[in-house]
């Protein structure tokens, strides 16, 4: 077999290896401790648009200044988010502090 004939060969097999496979696209959603229930319910909604969109979501919630006293809050506001959005995507990443953020990462779901 000729070597350039070989190599492209398998520049063509990695080329359509690279179109069939599928792109994660990461949205965020940026709470604060002491984020209003209004407020929650509108980045909830956004939150659904993305998982039903096939996107993962990183929720965070960024403690400013002293406010990383009320890391209990961030916690239960993160863990109440991944319960509302259980049907709409699975929690791959549980609630983790990172620095000023606690963060956590939701899976979509493959059955749109």
């Known amino acids: 077999m000729d070597y350039k004939k070989f ?20 949205k965020e959603i940026r709470f604060g401790p002491n984020t209003d229930e209004h407020d929650y319910e509108f980045k909830k909604k956004h939150a659904e648009k993305f998982l039903q969109d096939g996107a993962k979501l990183k929720a965070y919630v960024f403690f400013k200044g002293r406010s990383i006293v009320y890391k209990d809050k961030g916690q ?4 109440r988010l991944a319960t509302d959005l259980e049907e709409y995507g699975k929690v791959e990443q549980m609630p983790k502090l990172e620095g000023k953020r606690m963060t956590m990462f939701i899976a979509p779901k493959k059955g749109k």
């Open 7 to 26: 190599l492209y060969e398998q520049k063509k097999r990695d080329k359509a290896l690279k179109a069939k496979a599928t792109k994660v696209t990461i």
């Open 76 to 79: 239960i506001l993160l863990l």
